[in-house]
């Protein structure tokens, strides 16, 4: 049996480093989740209060089944946030951990092809994203619902641009011979990076698919909050400005309870 | 390939790119400082461009004010964080060079004097010096606005301050002293102590350490410019709707929360793995020093925690620059939202700064008054048992918001309930000092003025966790003297004792014990006059945060400004102490104190990699007064008993 590799920096055998590498991800991951999970009770919490009836976007109703009615010529994509970048996200990961198989038999080509085609879907994943975000049918402060949706879709974008930066480097440095059979580990961290991020897709796709519609149909209603206008000619009380100035002062009276 | 020996290994080396260290040679606070100038300019010029002239948002501000001053903050956190070097180490890794072990060991400052402490430097030890200095110099920033706040207090005869400004500096000093307060234990304790206590070579990962101390640098000038374009005027907590009123200075504040959290949860991580995977062959949990598991407790809990304050903040800059509404009624937002993110942290960073500092206390007393420590595995079921309670108190902050009012009682029962693993922790240090006799030395004084401390603000907090005593306490002078005698009464002088018991393996020397002691003494002293007599003038009535009030509370607000300039002069003298002694204090040996942990069995100075073979431990750090069976002179007498004397 061939000795294990050593460190170059601290000379700890390579399975040693590895360990803690592994831990300290967790830990990383474990951070990220409660980020995550901010974001997550914030949608809930907003959802199941539908404060002033401003849940869902320009305070209408909708329902479990409603479409987003995206402005996309792709709609089937934007229509469902999350989902079909969940299915994008898993092909990557599935596809890299094809790879990790492939080098661990002894076959350092297959991580490089494995690793530059998931590197290729995250880069889709990352542009649809970005579509998706571009032509949602809302602004984000159309209601807590599309508020909520913006943070959710924008996290999973940066967690997308992580994931391409650490393919970029896993496909350079296995072509480098730096991650190899002997030495797989930093392939396999990100393989469980990659699988904590469509953990947290998923969480956003469960969100937005089954708490949709409010269950709250009769909302508190906290008044009505109105701006001292000094231009105005008649210093009456415009109905809809918010005291955070989220809202114009002449803003239709359409949006106002 | 070339290799290097490690440890008497030769190890394979990847190839040498230049001299060790390559571009980081360069690198150092003033190139950060340049970049992060530079590119804030750059930032904000960029943004100014969006807005035309003299745009007004709806509230009839300047719409480009806040948008600018974001993008500079931007930019300052990358140009400062770039200059310093943070992003060589990703690059090159994504480039496939790795380091060497001579650019590990340039990174690590070897050879590099002082300048070492203005260095991207991953030494453990370096970047626990670092976080020390950090702490001291907020604590500074944050003391002196206390002293401008104490002043406008006092001078009841007159308003010094313009009320606008008054409550920023309200909102500062809170802030800056709760960072701080988090800092200051945790920082240099679980940086520099935690490693060497572990028996281990360095942190797990040095650049990660690295990486959190010049992420709280940065976050400093944020908080500090804040003041200067409005400040923060709602207190530290920022409450919402407050929040989006406020003009940019809350940008200030709301980037200096992002960066300090992400700092915190990245040192969290590195301390936890440390502890999980680098402690000394030999060193079970039964055998581990009740530090460690203070450090890896306040750790974890800053690890789920942070997080939500840091979301707090960011939900907010999103409600403020691109109008989502998550805080915003009308639009179905709501602000006890912002409530229950804030104190999902706020709670838990109690005991992030209070569970560290009771650790100290339970490491110095064994050692100053030479006994086992008493019940230690009642030690650790109290830290656990803080752990598992801190996520769950959190709503006792909101009672008189309205926030569920059908949520209020088992909120006070959990509350109440948590007292009961931190009178574990109290029950550890009274029967660890029950009959005993003392090592009168500043650290031991520096216990006793915590259990002081301790105690008043404890038993004030059942108080306040009370639903009924709530309603009339919480919004006045009564919860401001409490919360003081929590986290500066159990914080501030607990990071003390520490300083003073680790200054000789720190720095080689004595802290100076008698100008030292008087710095103390003349800041607890001062430390009781403004809180008691705040405590009086809260049970008075007198409402917090207000800058005018009636003419009944000022005999103790007299009193309690003097107080304050009596911390403020007991500080400066204990920061002469370390800084004399520093420089020219007595040399200290290695173990100035006999004491038992790995921590002191190594020499001082500490070298690169702490110890020259790794440690094996064998038994717990505590067993003072308790014969050692394998001393080898026990060990002959026994023989000599059994066997008898060779005559």
């Given at each position: 049996m ?14 040693v ?41 320009n305070?209408q109703t ?15 994509a934007?229509d ?24 661990k038999?002894?076959?350092?080509g ?7 085609i ?18 949602f049918?809302f ?18 974008l ?29 392939a396999?961290?990100?393989g ?9 897709i998923?969480?956003?796709a ?7 519609a ?5 909302p508190?209603?906290?008044g ?12 009456s ?7 955070s ?13 | 390939?070339?290799?290097?020996t ?23 606070f003033l ?8 590119l ?18 709806p ?5 480009a ?16 964080m ?21 650019d ?7 050879d ?9 430097t ?29 002043t ?62 010049w992420?709280l640098?940065?976050?400093v ?19 919402q ?19 300090f ?9 590195n ?19 009740i530090?460690i598991?203070g450090?890896?407790?306040a ?11 840091m ?11 691109i ?7 009308i ?28 650790a ?23 830290i ?57 030395r500043l650290?031991m004084?520096a ?6 401390n ?5 038993v004030t ?13 919480h ?26 018991y ?24 001062g430390?009781?006059?403004?809180f ?22 000022n ?10 300039y009596?911390?403020g ?69 026994k023989?000599?008993?059994?066997v008898?004397a060779?005559?």
């Open positions: 061939s000795a294990p590799l050593l460190s170059p920096t601290t000379g700890e055998p390579v399975p480093v590895a360990r803690r590498n592994r831990l300290g991800l967790i830990f990383l991951i474990v951070a990220d989740f409660s980020g995550t999970m901010a974001l997550i009770i914030s949608y809930c919490y907003l959802w199941s209060l539908n404060v002033n009836n401003g849940w869902a976007p305070q909708f329902g479990n089944n409603d479409l987003l009615k995206s402005r996309s010529p792709l709609p089937w934007a469902w946030p999350f989902w079909a970048i969940l299915l994008l996200a898993v092909i990557a990961t599935v596809i890299l951990w094809i790879g990790v198989r492939s080098l038999a002894g076959h350092r297959g991580l490089v092809a494995a690793s530059a998931s590197l290729l879907v995250t880069a889709v994943a990352i542009v649809l994203q970005w579509w998706q975000i571009t032509t049918p602004g984000p402060g159309n209601g807590a619902y599309a508020s909520a949706v913006f943070l959710l879709t924008a996290s999973t940066v967690h997308l641009l992580l994931v391409a930066f650490l393919l970029l480097a896993i496909t350079n440095r296995t072509r480098a011979g730096l991650v190899s059979s002997g030495n797989p580990f930093q396999k961290l990100v469980y990076w990659m699988v904590w991020v469509c953990a947290s998923l969480l956003g469960l969100c937005t698919t089954f708490l949709k409010s269950p709250n149909t009769t508190a209603n906290f009505e909050f109105s701006l001292y206008n000094p231009n105005a000619a008649t210093p009380p415009s109905p809809s400005a918010s005291p100035g989220s809202a114009s002062p002449s803003a239709s009276p359409s949006s106002s309870q | 390939m070339s290799t290097a490690i440890h008497q290994v030769e190890v394979p080396q990847p190839k040498q790119h230049g001299k060790p260290g390559g571009i980081m040679r360069h690198l150092n190139t950060g400082l340049i970049g992060g100038v530079v804030a300019l750059v930032f904000g010029f960029l943004m100014s461009l969006q807005f035309p002239a003299g745009a007004l948002t509230t009839f501000a300047n719409a004010s806040g948008p600018v001053f974001w993008a500079m903050m931007v930019g300052w956190v990358v140009g400062f770039g200059g310093m070097g943070a992003f060589v180490g990703p690059i090159r890794w994504l480039l496939g060079r790795d380091l060497t072990h001579e590990a060991e340039f990174m690590a400052g070897k590099q004097g002082k300048f070492r402490y203005w260095r991207f991953t030494d453990h030890k370096v970047v626990g010096i670092q976080y020390l200095i950090v702490a001291m110099i907020i604590l500074g920033f944050g003391g002196l606005l206390a002293m401008l706040i104490r406008e207090l006092g001078a009841t005869w007159t308003e010094v301050f313009n009320p606008d400004f008054y409550n920023s500096l309200v909102g500062t000093h809170g802030i800056a002293m709760v960072i701080a307060m988090i800092v200051i234990v945790s920082g240099p304790v679980g940086n520099f102590v935690v490693p060497l206590m572990c028996g281990a070579r360095d942190m797990a990962f040095p650049r990660l350490n690295a990486l959190s101390i992420l640098v940065c976050a000038p944020p908080l500090i410019l804040s003041l200067m374009v409005g400040g923060i005027r709602d207190g530290w907590s920022v409450y709707p407050l929040n989006a009123q406020a003009g940019p200075g809350m940008i200030g504040y709301q980037t200096t929360i992002i960066v959290a992400v700092s915190t949860a990245l040192a969290s991580v301390i936890m793995t440390t502890v999980l995977t680098m402690r000394a062959k030999g060193m079970t949990w039964s055998r581990t020093p530090l598991y450090a890896f407790a750790a974890a809990m800053g690890l789920y925690a942070f997080p939500f304050y979301y707090s903040q960011i939900l907010s800059m999103t409600d403020r620059l109008n989502t509404s998550f805080f915003d009624p639009e179905g937002g709501s602000v006890w939202l912002y409530e229950n993110l804030f104190w999902l942290l706020g709670h838990p960073e109690v005991y992030v700064i209070l569970i560290p500092s009771m100290v206390m339970m490491e110095l007393i064994p050692v100053f008054m030479r006994k086992p420590l008493f019940s230690y595995y009642m030690a650790i079921a109290g656990v048992g803080v752990v598992g309670l801190s996520g769950l108190v959190w709503a006792h902050h909101m009672y008189m918001t309205g926030w569920a009012p059908q949520a209020n009682y088992p909120f006070m029962l959990s509350t109440e309930m948590i007292s009961i693993p931190v009178g574990f922790l109290v029950l550890v240090v009274i029967g660890t000092m029950w009959r005993g006799t003392f090592w009168s650290p004084m216990v006793f003025a915590v259990i002081f301790k105690m008043i603000g404890g907090g059942v108080y306040l966790s009370d639903v009924p005593a709530d309603q009339y306490f919004g006045n002078m009564f919860v401001t003297a409490h919360f003081h005698y929590m986290l500066m009464g159990a914080g501030l002088f607990g990071a003390m004792g520490a300083i003073a680790y200054f000789p393996k720190m720095t080689g020397r004595y802290l100076d014990e008698r100008t030292g002691s008087i710095g103390f003494w003349t800041a607890f002293a430390f009781q006059i403004t008691m007599s705040m405590f009086v003038a809260g049970l008075q009535g007198q409402p917090r945060r207000v800058l005018q009030f009636d003419n009944m509370f005999i103790s607000n007299w009193i309690s400004t003097i107080g304050a009596i911390i002069i007991g500080m400066l003298i204990f920061l002469a102490a370390i800084m004399s002694s520093w420089r020219s204090g007595q040399a200290a040996p290695s173990n100035p104190w006999h004491a038992q942990t790995l921590d002191w069995q190594t020499q001082t100075p500490v070298p690169l990699e702490n110890f020259p073979v790794l440690p094996v431990v064998t038994k717990l750090p505590y067993d003072y007064g308790v014969p050692d069976p394998l001393d080898p002179k026990k060990l002959e007498e023989y000599d008993e059994k008898g060779p005559s």
